[in-house]
């Protein structure tokens, strides 16, 4: 009977929306000071306590290990979920051809992959499949600051007949200090990055610089579980299963661990989604997939 109710709650919040309240309801003097953003989370490593300029040497460690093997390893923790996600972060985002848009700490392609797609399609359909003026302007950009995973995605975008395509670009970056100038961008997404980087406020505040007027801004990233059972079964499978099948596919059990822990020190869904809002961004919301497995949060530059 109780196995029954927490399916039900679950299958009840797997695609639930949150519409926050107004922004300014929720800055006040303190809130709106910059120093007010930076808290204890940004000088964590998992569930260690780093100073803050480790912590970009210890995660980018963690890529470089990981890098070759992280889409395997992506398939086989998530039992291919995480591609569903990606195709529902990209059906939120809603590719236009003659687009500029910004994929940050998306470096083996990924999601870059499905906005050109996307966008291909889109274009194909209402052209019959003639190049269009606007599909010439479209322009994706996979940011990631470590080469490593750049290096990946390259090497996948020649396997996928891409490496002659005009429309994509990559570039080591960090997500905090962005290359990009203000206003440039129709749309940003992360996905499976944020919780890494040192400073999330930091690269909240990148990603609302960067947008143009309208433009949105897209997070895919793990989450916290708010459903009693299954998060006792969630927190058994990732303490457990996770670093184990990370030691035996990547050779990496260590950097694994540091990837569960990471998601337990991330905010949760409503407070990361008032860290959007505090950088500027309008209607925040977000979704929980899987009973908050995931979350995409999403906000407007308006």
Not at 114 to 141: F, M, W
Not at 169 to 190: H, K, R
Not at 253 to 265: D, T
Request: a neutral charge; hydrophobic letters at 40%.
């Amino acid at each position: 009977m109780a196995l029954r109710a927490a399916a039900a709650r679950l299958a009840s919040s797997t695609l639930r929306r949150r519409q926050l309240i107004p922004a300014a309801a929720l800055l006040s003097p303190a809130t709106a000071h910059p120093a007010a953003f930076l808290h204890s989370h940004a000088t964590s490593f998992g569930y260690k306590q780093v100073r803050e300029d480790e912590k970009s040497k210890l995660v980018g460690n963690v890529f470089s290990s990981v890098a070759s093997s992280y889409d395997v390893m992506n398939d086989l923790m998530s039992a291919g979920l995480h591609r569903l996600w990606k195709d529902r972060l990209i059906s939120k985002l809603n590719p236009f051809p003659g687009m500029k848009h910004l994929d940050v700490a998306g470096g083996t392609g990924d999601v870059a992959f499905r906005v050109v797609e996307r966008i291909k399609s889109v274009s194909h359909r209402a052209t019959q499949g003639t190049l269009t003026d606007l599909e010439e302007d479209t322009h994706i950009y996979v940011c990631d600051i470590n080469p490593n995973m750049l290096d990946v995605g390259k090497k996948r975008a020649a396997e996928k007949g891409y490496n002659e395509e005009q429309c994509l670009s990559w570039v080591q970056g960090d997500a905090e200090a962005l290359s990009f100038e203000d206003g440039s961008m129709d749309g940003y997404t992360i996905a499976f990055g944020i919780r890494n980087v040192t400073h999330i406020e930091k690269a909240l505040s990148e990603a609302y610089r960067v947008l143009k007027k309208g433009g949105r801004f897209l997070c895919l990233e793990l989450s916290h579980v708010d459903v009693p059972i299954f998060k006792d079964i969630y927190d058994a499978y990732s303490f457990s299963v996770i670093p184990a099948v990370g030691e035996l596919v990547a050779g990496d059990r260590q950097s694994y661990q540091y990837l569960v822990e990471s998601i337990r020190r991330f905010p949760k869904q409503e407070k990361f989604a008032q860290m959007i809002q505090e950088a500027g961004f309008e209607r925040v919301e977000y979704e929980n997939l899987v009973g908050g497995v995931v979350a995409i949060h999403s906000g407007l530059k308006l």
